[in-house]
C-alpha cells in the first residue's frame, strides 16, 4: 500500500517558519491534505486540495506539492502552533485512505 | 453549523461486543461518506473504512476488513461502528469524520470528538 512518510519532529522558536514534510512515490500527482491534532483534541483540517485553506484558518498556513514531497508551512511560528500534524491522500489504486506518520511541533 | 457528535467512553472486556455511534446534524447526512479513523495511544491515524449512508455501501481498509463493522441509520442520522469479540488491542480512541470529495480526491472534515475504548481484563 501507499506510504507516506513525514519527519517525526520539529522544532524552532516562536516567529520562525515551520516547514513539514510530506514524501511518497509521486505524491506530486495525488492531492495532499493536512491535519492539525492538539493533544487530547480531534484532528482539525488546516490545508486540503494541495493548498486551499478552510475558513478560519489564517493565511500564514500554507501548503505546496511537487514531485515526491507535500510541504506545509506555517510562518511566524506561534505557541499555539505546537500540535501533531498529518498529511493524508486517496490512493485510488487500493481505493483507500491513507495518513502520514505524522509529526510533531514543539515551540521551544 | 456540521456537527459529528460520538458515543461517550466505553470500557469493556476481552471478547465483549460493542458498537459506538457518531451522529451528524447541520447537513444532508445521506450525501456524504463517513469514515472512522483509529488512534491507538501515543500513536498515529489510521482510516479504517468509510459508509456512504445514502445506500449503506461500506468499503474497508485491508486491515480492519472483518475486524469491524461500520454501518449507518438514515432515521436518525448516525453511523456506528461495531466490534463482535473485542481484544485488548482494540483498545484506542475512534473518530468518525466526514467525507468531502473534489474531482477524485477526499479528505475530512469536520472530525468527531472522538471515543476512547479501553478494552482491559
Known amino acids: 500500500s501507499y506510504v507516506l512518510t513525514q519527519p517525526p519532529s520539529v522544532s524552532l522558536a516562536p516567529g520562525e517558519t515551520a516547514r513539514i514534510t510530506c514524501g511518497g512515490e509521486n505524491i506530486g500527482s495525488n492531492s495532499v491534505h493536512w491535519y492539525q491534532q492538539k493533544p487530547g483534541q480531534a484532528p482539525v483540517l488546516v490545508i486540503y486540495?494541495?493548498?486551499e485553506r478552510p475558513s478560519g484558518i489564517p493565511e500564514r498556513v500554507s501548503g505546496s506539492n511537487s514531485g515526491n514531497t507535500a510541504t506545509l508551512t506555517i510562518s511566524g511560528v506561534e505557541a499555539g502552533d505546537e500540535a501533531d500534524y498529518y498529511c493524508?491522500?486517496?490512493?485510488?489504486?487500493?481505493?483507500?485512505?491513507?495518513f502520514g506518520t505524522g509529526t510533531k511541533v514543539s515551540v521551544l | 453549523e456540521v456537527q459529528l457528535v460520538q458515543s461517550a467512553a466505553e470500557v469493556k472486556k476481552p471478547g465483549e461486543s460493542l458498537k459506538i455511534s457518531c451522529k451528524a446534524s447541520g447537513y444532508s447526512f445521506t450525501s456524504h461518506w463517513i469514515a472512522w479513523v483509529r488512534q491507538m495511544p501515543g500513536k498515529g491515524l489510521e482510516w479504517m473504512g468509510i459508509?456512504?449512508?445514502?445506500?449503506?455501501?461500506?468499503r474497508y481498509s485491508p486491515s480492519f476488513q472483518g475486524q469491524v463493522t461500520i454501518s449507518a441509520d438514515k432515521s436518525t442520522n448516525t453511523a456506528y461502528l461495531q466490534w463482535t469479540m473485542l481484544k485488548t488491542s482494540d483498545t484506542a480512541t475512534y473518530y468518525c469524520a466526514r467525507q468531502e470529495e473534489a474531482e477524485r480526491s477526499y479528505w475530512f472534515d469536520p472530525w468527531g470528538q472522538g471515543t476512547l475504548v479501553t478494552v482491559s481484563s
Open positions: 493524508q491522500v486517496w490512493d485510488s489504486t487500493s481505493d483507500q485512505s491513507v
Open positions: 486540495y494541495d493548498s
Open positions: 459508509i456512504y449512508p445514502g445506500d449503506s455501501d461500506s
